[in-house]
């Protein structure tokens, strides 16, 4: 009968402890089930149509954005090619309007002033034939139907999670602002710290570009067109006598000089670089920090080889220890100084 009490005891406990198991397990972040049909509605319904000012560079083309663990890519130099390649669709500061929202397996798929492709409205694909096997839309394309559109894929490990309004937001930061209430606040929090006090300052900084300039000064009221040898630049010029006149040069984007003539005759020059907005190269990923849980070759158990190799193999051979022996150099006959001619 004691025996019995025992086993009916211990059922129990593992039973408890069964349960506690699994509740843990359905508390746990990893086992969360994917997003939900009505919270799918939910944030379709809140986020298309909205205005929002932008954060990064986005590229015209095909190819936009892709935003996963709060980093961009592409980034540094390849997306500068991009940009260089195709021009740029929105650029920090502005705003723009979230177009059509995409809720796919492993991503939210944004797209921002009607998307990279041109899409036409039903009666744009209707057209008349005639009788010279010739047919032309019945009405003409929009040339406004698709100005300047991009996109942004924001990524996830397996499965797009249940998520909040809010928590959307907080993902999508480092390419849209939804808090700012001017262009002018939202440039701000892209620019580095020197830049941006330069800003509120209406400095201009030897290595600005022209939207620093005109964020700090305005546009110009007056523009010239020189050359310098084989170097062409554009000045823009602020002011007017009997006030400080301000010349900013620039050649191609960034301000290379800044010439200031005061009122009382004194001018200032500066060339010196002071601030520098050149683009991190997005190759040099060795330098990120491993994540704990990185997926690895490694068998259970087995330590983290950290030491660092003393010797570097080259492909280079090694010169012999022994240099051959020095042997003169043949001797090259002159010609001769009267008639030029070598003699034999």
Request: hydrophobic share 35%; aromatic share 6%.
């Amino acid at each position: 009968m004691k025996s019995r009490y025992v086993s009916a005891l211990a059922f129990l406990l593992l039973g408890l402890v069964a349960l506690a198991g699994a509740g843990d397990q359905k508390s746990s972040p990893a086992t969360q089930s994917a997003m939900s049909k009505q919270t799918r509605m939910e944030l379709i319904g809140s986020f298309n149509s909205e205005l929002v000012y932008i954060r990064s560079v986005f590229p015209m083309g095909k190819k936009g954005l892709t935003l996963k663990d709060g980093k961009i890519s592409p980034s540094g130099e390849d997306l500068q090619h991009l940009i260089a390649m195709w021009g740029p669709a929105v650029k920090p500061g502005d705003q723009a309007m979230i177009s059509a929202v995409v809720i796919k397996d492993d991503r939210i798929h944004f797209e921002i002033n009607g998307g990279p492709v041109r899409k036409k409205k039903w009666y744009q694909r209707i057209q008349i034939s005639g009788g010279s096997d010739r047919s032309a839309p019945l009405t003409p394309s929009d040339s406004d139907a698709n100005p300047r559109g991009s996109y942004v894929d924001l990524m996830f490990d397996r499965y797009v999670p249940d998520l909040t309004a809010q928590q959307l937001k907080d993902l999508l930061r480092p390419v849209f602002d939804f808090d700012s209430k001017s262009p002018l606040e939202a440039y701000l929090d892209t620019v580095p710290l020197k830049v941006k006090e330069a800003i509120k300052n209406h400095q201009v900084l030897v290595g600005m570009n022209r939207d620093m300039v005109i964020y700090a000064k305005g546009r110009p009221p007056g523009k010239e067109r020189e050359k310098d040898g084989d170097v062409e630049y554009e000045e823009w010029i602020y002011g007017q006598p009997p006030q400080d006149v301000e010349f900013v040069r620039f050649v191609g984007d960034e301000v290379v000089r800044v010439e200031t003539m005061k009122v009382g005759g004194e001018k200032i020059v500066r060339t010196e670089k002071e601030v520098s907005l050149e683009p991190q190269p997005s190759t040099a990923k060795s330098e990120e920090p491993r994540p704990p849980n990185a997926p690895s070759l490694r068998r259970p158990g087995e330590p983290v080889d950290t030491s660092v190799p003393t010797k570097v193999p080259s492909a280079t051979p090694q010169p012999p220890l022994s240099s051959p022996p020095s042997q003169a150099p043949p001797s090259v006959p002159t010609p001769d100084p009267g008639t030029g001619q070598i003699p034999h």
